[in-house]
């Protein structure tokens, strides 16, 4: 007997899993030995014209339609946001309906709480297509990998900001240019904050984090700097050095506790990530046993992302016909967390001066004032309009601040017009 | 209370998984919030020194006792070989205990069974480990790919050869060389032949088709061409084409059927699996909604290999502690496997030829007999001691021996000194 499915949401993801559920129900039903229902959708505008038909009646603007209906075993969460998303879910959880989410949003800030609810009704709360759309790293973490122990998460999770760096470093153009084209091309939406600010990859960054270290790390506790500062000077001098510029989320274990961080930074040509461009995204898993583990792959659009809600959907649906509690494979201690701002990195540097003479010393003996000590120095042009590229060691955040606060008072520098975090590099 | 384990063989990565178990179980225990407890571990010379140290009596030479002991909850086959690593496993699900198995052959040459015996006594049969090390390959094939029709897999499944080939490369040493190098390393065993026959990677191909299609792919129907053929001529004329070598294993589906294939490859240099070098494994993964999927990482030795072990121990702990039936992830059903001979690959072919006028008009008319098409011809050096070097068009093996068979006898062709398949272009 077919599984009864609801879907919350049909916009591009849930659009597509409609229309692969019912136009090739033939083909998932062969290769899973399972056949599924579309029984009810809830959509905002039921009149707006869809890529899928339905039997008339299916179609809802209530939500908790779809979760109350008795026909519905199932309810697949592809609205987005956190509300009305977090009641909806927990109240198909409660009345023992698994649940398959692909919102990000949602799981970063509630996922303890949703967990516990599917744990209460033995239930399970899938959302592999949360992170990475098509790309599996939510199951890799949690069984593979359940028993290393994982040192650092670095990512590459969200394809606009990383088709916009990478577009901005191969042509040159400036970022209003680069995002334009992306909004051209159905990489970015019209208010494209949420990508370019760093909060969707701080979302995921918050979802590795906690499932790589089993200790929850709330999304307000990521540290997050966007890409709308980057300019393509320092993307052309990036090259030059031998770097290339990614939007990283990294989640790392240090000595103090368990840090999450997203924001632009420079890693060396050889570097894995380096290789990922265009919308493509990537995650690097570095332990003590495993190296280095790298996954790569259409981290968004309709199709990646459906493909990874439905494997969620039929791995649910085979344990709501075995009828059996699931096995919450999910859990997390208590643990600390510390704040990215006193995590040190590296920092690339640019600093327009003048290029008189003890202009290094000058800049030197501020950076060593302030604690930070420089590995490489390079000076581009002469006189008035010299620019000095600086890579430090490793440097809290706020050392660096100080020194370039200290730098812009100095009559020899005009400006510090750049600071980018160096990472992928051993000290 | 802790979870009773009973270990199958105490190699590399028995005595790894063992040792981490017991030295570091309080990190296990503190991640996956279960214990675990070696109760019974199966050696061939119990006398031997080991890296571990565990009770008196839990050593034993007599497999079964591990096997049949009540105090083993959970038995994990990393013995290798066919028997009687078979009637062992299937010994452990017949009586209701889970297996976790890192045997590649064993899953290969009898995987349908045991699943099958699995499925009989609802406990989990596990094998992440069994192909690409720690690279998560199993689960992301069968659980988040689970409503993909997958077209394509590639992979470079077998370290040692990955190793030698690029080796090779790198430096401009034969075969012999490299693979000494490899062994000296650790690389490769002192007999060589299960993988630069290919046959490692077989079992992995087979493995690799069987899940990605749903339908079992003997290990016998696998075509199977190792690397010990590979000139270190071919490798730098590959790098002067911007190709590299590597040995793939090819699971494809085809209109009449689906085929796995083991042989080396020329590969782009832009190519994802190109930059895979050493002893790293990596597989590509292709369909119409993910386009292309990729996963890398340290595909052998004991730390990764007893990782994926370990999560797949953690994951059947999990759910022999539920009680409950576990749901079987795998099933396959009817369908046609085709010979890889009868899938048409292009071909690079090295000719040493006497450099005269008309020679090409003769070699390119001999293919054109042959059926085989030529896409393009490059000459090396003149005179008698001219090189040409050919890739063709999609052609069957038997097309282009026919035509190798034929230009032999041509008085101006010396010898067809190569013929290595080109994978990863587009036609």
Chains 1, 2 share one sequence.
Do not use: C
Not at 82 to 89: E, I, K, S, T, Y
Not at 289 to 312: K, M, S, W
Not at 382 to 411: F, P, S, Y
């Amino acid at each position: 007997m077919a599984v009864g499915i609801g879907v919350l949401g049909a916009g591009t993801v849930g659009g597509t899993l409609i229309r692969r559920l019912t136009q090739e129900g033939a083909a998932v039903a062969a290769k899973s030995g399972l056949a599924f229902e579309i029984r009810r959708v809830a959509v905002r505008t039921p009149a707006k014209a869809r890529s899928f038909t339905l039997p008339p009646g299916v179609v809802t603007d209530r939500p908790w339609d779809v979760v109350e209906d008795p026909a519905v075993e199932l309810v697949v969460e592809v609205m987005g946001g956190r509300d009305p998303a977090f009641d909806l879910v927990r109240g198909a959880l409660e009345r023992g309906k698994p649940v398959v989410t692909a919102n990000k949003e949602l799981i970063a800030a509630r996922g303890p709480e949703l967990l516990e609810a599917a744990a209460r009704t033995g239930v399970p709360l899938l959302f592999e297509a949360a992170v990475g759309g098509a790309i599996p790293i939510i199951r890799p973490l949690t069984e593979t990998l359940a028993g290393e122990r994982v040192e650092r998460v670095t990512g590459i999770v969200n394809g606009t900001t990383n088709f916009i760096l990478t577009r901005m470093a191969d042509e040159g153009t400036d970022y209003g240019t680069a995002l334009a084209e992306a909004q051209e091309l159905g990489y970015a939406e019209a208010d494209p904050t949420a990508d370019v600010s760093g909060a969707d990859a701080a979302s995921k960054a918050s979802i590795l984090a906690s499932l790589a270290f089993a200790t929850w790390v709330d999304p307000d506790r990521v540290f997050r700097e966007g890409i709308t500062g980057i300019s393509p000077i320092d993307l052309g001098f990036a090259a030059e050095l031998g770097y290339a510029v990614r939007l990283l989320a990294i989640a790392q274990r240090t000595d103090g506790g368990v840090s999450a961080r997203v924001h632009p930074a420079m890693i060396p040509l050889d570097h894995p990530l380096a290789a990922i461009r265009g919308a493509t995204n990537a995650v690097l898993i570095q332990g003590p046993a495993i190296g280095e583990l790298l996954f790569a792959g259409p981290g968004a659009g309709g199709e990646p992302t459906a493909t990874a809600v439905l494997g969620d959907v039929i791995d649910a649906a085979r344990e709501l016909r075995s009828g059996s509690q699931v096995v919450p494979r999910i859990s997390f201690r208590p643990g600390s967390v510390v704040d990215a701002a006193e995590v040190p990195t590296r920092w690339y540097l640019r600093l327009e001066v003048a290029d008189k003479p003890g202009v290094l010393a000058r800049i030197a003996g501020t950076f060593a004032d302030a604690g930070v000590s420089i590995r490489s120095v390079w000076q581009e042009g002469r006189g008035d309009d010299a620019t000095l590229l600086m890579v430090t060691h490793e440097a809290l955040e706020k050392q660096q601040r100080a020194a370039a606060a200290t730098l812009a008072h100095l009559d020899v520098v005009e400006e510090v017009a750049a600071a980018i975090r160096v990472e992928g590099e051993t000290e």
